[in-house]
């Protein structure tokens, strides 16, 4: 494994240059703004905040899962010596080591929790389990203290994956060292592995648990797969944006690597509807009253609206659209689906969360808005603040030029 050539090196300037530290800082205030605003208006509602809390996490499980979407993306690139990638995974590096700033962003989550408030967790409140007798037997696991302990390791688990990844490629862009290469291929593997099992119990944990009666082994995999299609969503519209905007060549990220990044999107918007379809059909089919009662709530009022969006919304439509190969390998077309799989990816985290509030009817507002935007703006600012003047682009990558000459067949 040879350094690359000179001749197959991208761009020197393609990094965000000065116009970083300014974006940063306005998406930083603006998002604490939004996160203010939501807060006030959870208050004025006089539940304890309980909408509040449920938005918020709608909202942050959403943002989440781009950079648990980010890290597989990578893991999964050098697990597998991918060539093709190379000059669009820096994005991709970028948003996996983004994990300091949803880190800090739990905390609203964790705070209520430890101070057993069950407005958000029901099982988070010992009055609430010491009158079910379920409650008192899964208690060691679902206690505040585990909880706490297992969030923090989810947390470490991913920063280190994520730097370690970025680090090692940032430093080869310097040296053009090819053992850094083969030092992130062996840790693909085992990060795949270590990361699936993390996110299979932050989802239990994070998501599940919400409503604490009810279990789905395959739930995990579920949001996994969410996860997966909104990071593809990102990171399609982020080679458009700064290609749009000057900050990426057309050299270095061309049709051919959007052809593919499409065949994945359509790939994983595949994935996620085989596991849907898996995880309902096994539960209908059973008909056990403990296990049908979730899917219930989401089949009746206007939920079940919500469920025919994603139905058609996050598979059939997509499926059909993403099929074309025309689709793929255009800009346009390519980034008007992925901007429609991020909104019914966040349709989805909804879905799964806001039924808490009211079973009956889906409830939307300003509130949901807002922790939307300002989640979201906080977690951009730290993906700027990450990319700083980094180049967007790879080059000391030993399959730069296989990546700059890649082809489909």
């Not at 988070?124 to 923090?152: C, M, T, W």
């Not at 807002?370 to 682009?393: E, Q, T």
């Amino acid at each position: 494994m040879q350094a690359n050539p000179t001749s197959n090196s991208t761009d020197p300037k393609e990094t965000l240059g000065s116009v970083a530290p300014r974006v940063c800082v306005a998406l930083a205030v603006f998002g604490v703004v939004m996160i203010a605003a939501a807060f006030g208006l959870g208050k004025a509602r006089g539940d304890d905040l309980r909408y509040f809390l449920h938005s918020y996490l709608t909202g942050y499980c959403y943002w989440l899962s781009i950079s648990l979407g980010a890290l597989f993306f990578v893991a999964l690139q050098h697990a597998t010596r991918a060539g093709w990638s190379v000059t669009v995974r820096r994005l991709a590096e970028v948003l996996a080591a983004n994990i300091l700033v949803p880190a800090i962003l739990f905390l609203p989550i964790l705070i209520p929790v430890l101070q057993g408030n069950g407005g958000l967790y029901p099982w988070a409140d010992p009055d609430i389990v010491a009158g079910s007798e379920l409650l008192q037997h899964k208690a060691a696991y679902l206690n505040s203290g585990f909880f706490a302990a297992r969030a923090i390791g989810y947390f470490v688990v991913w920063a280190l994956l994520g730097a370690c990844f970025l680090q090692r490629s940032v430093r080869q862009d310097e040296s053009g060292d090819p053992v850094l290469t083969q030092r992130m291929e062996r840790l693909g593997g085992p990060a795949l592995l270590v990361l699936g099992l993390t996110v299979t119990f932050a989802a239990f944990d994070w998501l599940m648990s919400l409503e604490p009666n009810w279990f789905s082994t395959i739930f995990g995999i579920y949001y996994y797969a969410g996860a997966a299609v909104g990071f593809q969503a990102v990171l399609i519209l982020a080679a458009i944006l700064l290609q749009a905007t000057g900050r990426v060549s057309e050299r270095s990220i061309t049709v051919e690597h959007y052809h593919d990044l499409g065949k994945l999107l359509f790939t994983f918007v595949f994935f996620w509807g085989y596991i849907a379809f898996s995880q309902y059909m096994l539960i209908w089919y059973a008909n056990i009253p403990e296990e049908t009662s979730w899917y219930l709530t989401r089949q009746t009022g206007t939920w079940k609206w919500v469920s025919l969006i994603l139905l058609f919304g996050h598979l059939l439509i997509p499926f059909v659209a993403l099929l074309s190969r025309k689709v793929r390998r255009s800009k346009v077309l390519l980034g008007f689906w992925a901007v429609w799989l991020l909104v019914v990816h966040w349709i989805d985290v909804y879905w799964l969360v806001m039924p808490g509030v009211d079973g009956q009817a889906a409830p939307i507002g300003l509130i949901d808005g807002a922790c939307l935007l300002g989640i979201g703006s906080l977690y951009l600012a730290g993906a700027v603040r990450i990319a700083g003047r980094r180049s967007l682009v790879v080059t000391g990558d030993p399959r730069l030029g296989e990546s700059l000459a890649f082809e489909n067949s």
